[in-house]
């Protein structure tokens, strides 16, 4: 549907809480929870699994003698509900008016919780947007959790282990946490963080201009080196495809549309290509401490190659993709790691740096520290 709930009005007749509003429920007997939910909902809506998509499941709560397994599904065809006698009524309302209705025990406590696991699933599972975006919808999941009573710490952490290649995820939730003493304070740097995103970049943007001349090369497609690039348009720009996803691509389109002039090359050609461009220009999803550069695969050979050409190789990237930890595996087969000797200069938000200087950056931002110990405790810094 369009964000609103169905909810069903049990039968006067009911053996529990007749009357109440509630959601398709039932006993688990001898299934399993997912399995039964769809039975469930066969039996007291009419919808098949074809006429469903699950979108979450929420940690089980445990209401009165009973324990709850809630799952959020979309419905793919609200016209198709039929009712049987289980329930007297049923309505689309928004989430909400929950709190107005007379419902079964915790029902807005559990479609909270398959809520919050569906913001979880969605930023584990995209595999289209960067690590700017993705820290943007951390933030903003984080920000709805408090406002709705729970535990912001608890859903940071979930998010972080979610995508573990992201330090932009960890970087925005840990400045959220580490700066509120209140729920109001985490909220409303929430706020500031989700509008200063833009602004970092565009400040990236002013920084990189005098290194953009001649031919520039960039690999995935990285928002901040695409302000980069539309700033200060170099003479050419040379695109990666950037495969599994292929997002070099879209970025390329996006570029010429904009009056570059750009070229497209596959990403066996690319470690060729390199050797013959200025500067190679790179986005980041996570900058450790010694300045080792987390970011999509193939990024590491093409630094490699980049470096024994001669050829510069520049990172921009926002502050909040600093982490205090070492270097480790990224965690997530899209991503490589490439060492600090592979990197000549990053380009952040507060100015630019060599990697060797990355960690005193960090030193003097309190809270990539404060917030690194919030989401992984001390022992992984």
């Known amino acids: 549907m369009d964000g609103r709930l169905l909810v069903l009005r049990r039968s006067p007749s009911a053996r529990t809480y007749a009357g109440a509003w509630s959601g398709v429920s039932g006993y688990l007997e001898d299934l399993e929870p997912l399995a039964r939910a769809y039975a469930e909902i066969e039996e007291e809506t009419g919808l098949g699994r074809g006429d469903v998509a699950l979108l979450a499941a929420g940690k089980p709560l445990q209401v009165e003698e009973w324990l709850v397994h809630p799952f959020l599904f979309r ?11 289980e329930n007297a009524e049923a309505q689309w309302v928004e989430p909400g008016a929950l709190r107005d209705l007379r419902t079964v025990p915790a029902l807005e ?9 569906e913001r979880v699933e969605r930023i ?6 960067g690590a700017s975006w ?21 859903l940071g952490r979930q998010l972080v282990r979610a995508r573990p290649a992201m330090g932009a995820i960890a970087g925005a939730l840990g400045r959220m946490l580490a700066a509120g003493r209140t729920p109001e304070q985490m909220v409303e740097e929430a706020r500031a963080l989700v509008e200063s995103r833009e602004r970092a970049s565009k400040a990236i943007a002013v920084i990189a201009s005098p290194h953009m001349q001649k031919v520039v090369m960039t690999h995935s497609a990285s928002s901040t080196v ?5 700033h200060t348009p170099p003479d050419r720009v040379v695109c990666t495809t950037s ?44 900058v ?34 600093l982490s205090p930890a070492g270097p480790r595996d990224p965690g997530e087969e899209r991503f490589d790691l490439t060492g600090p ?29 404060d917030g690194h110990a919030l989401l992984f405790g001390d022992a992984d810094s």
């Open 288 to 321: 450790f401490r010694d300045g080792s550069l987390v970011n999509k695969v193939g990024t590491a050979g093409l630094a490699k190659a980049a470096k024994e050409a001669g050829v510069p190789v520049f990172v921009a990237c926002e502050v909040i993709k």
């Open 226 to 230: 695409r302000e980069v690039l539309q």
């Open 134 to 154: 993705l820290a943007k919808e951390a933030v903003e999941a984080v920000a709805e959790a408090i406002e709705l009573g729970e535990d912001p710490v608890d």
């Open 124 to 129: 584990a599972n995209d595999d289209v947007h």
């Open 341 to 369: 000797e592979h990197i000549d200069l990053f380009l952040t938000e507060e100015g630019q740096f060599a990697p060797e200087d990355i960690g005193a950056l960090i030193d003097r931002t309190p809270f990539l520290r």
């Open 75 to 85: 419905c793919l065809q609200p016209g198709a509900v039929r009712l049987n006698d």
């Open 243 to 286: 495969e599994p996803v292929g997002e070099g691509r879209d970025l390329a389109e996006q570029l010429r549309q904009e009056g570059l002039t750009v070229e497209l090359v596959d990403d066996s050609d690319a470690e060729h290509a390199v050797q013959t461009v200025s500067l190679l220009l790179v986005g980041a999803d996570t």
């Open 109 to 117: 406590e559990a479609y909270v919780q398959t809520k919050l696991a």
